[in-house]
């Protein structure tokens, strides 16, 4: 293949698909990207609290001329990224826990209907 058998095959793909962007999920309101977003948000809190906290024991350990305040604080910026994390995404809410009793009572009272059901029958 020559560069301009290359170039051109490109510029035809292009030319087929003008609205390929148009067709990605979007990063607001699109419900194909709402796990995506939790989940860099949770990752985000992690990474920030050991990159706060080990920064602030690098400055201690420099500033106070001692050694172990920079790993103390990379493993406290863990566990408080992991409590943050924790903390807000960890609930359950009352209104979907109770969709859930809820649907499980449903399913209770087919799964006793359909045994009824059956007893019936023979």
């Known amino acids: 293949m020559t560069g301009a058998t290359i170039t051109a095959s490109v510029c035809h ?3 087929e698909q003008p609205n390929a962007a148009f067709d990605q999920p979007r990063a607001q309101g ?3 990207s709402n796990g995506m977003d939790l989940g860099l948000r949770v990752l985000s ?3 920030s609290g050991v990159l706060v906290y080990g920064l602030l ?3 201690g350990d420099h500033y106070l001329g ?3 305040l920079l790993p103390i604080g990379i493993v406290a910026g ?3 990224g992991v409590y943050v994390i924790i903390r807000r995404f960890g609930r359950i809410d009352d209104e979907v826990s109770a969709a859930g ?3 499980r009572s449903n399913q209770a009272t087919l799964t006793e209907h359909r045994h009824e059901a059956e ?3 023979r």
């Open 45 to 47: 809190y992690l990474i």
């Open 119 to 121: 007893r019936g029958e």
């Open 30 to 32: 699109g419900e194909k």
């Open 78 to 80: 863990a566990a408080f």
């Open 13 to 15: 793909a292009m030319k």
């Open 66 to 68: 001692t050694r172990f």
């Open 57 to 59: 024991g690098w400055l």
């Open 101 to 103: 009793a809820k649907d």
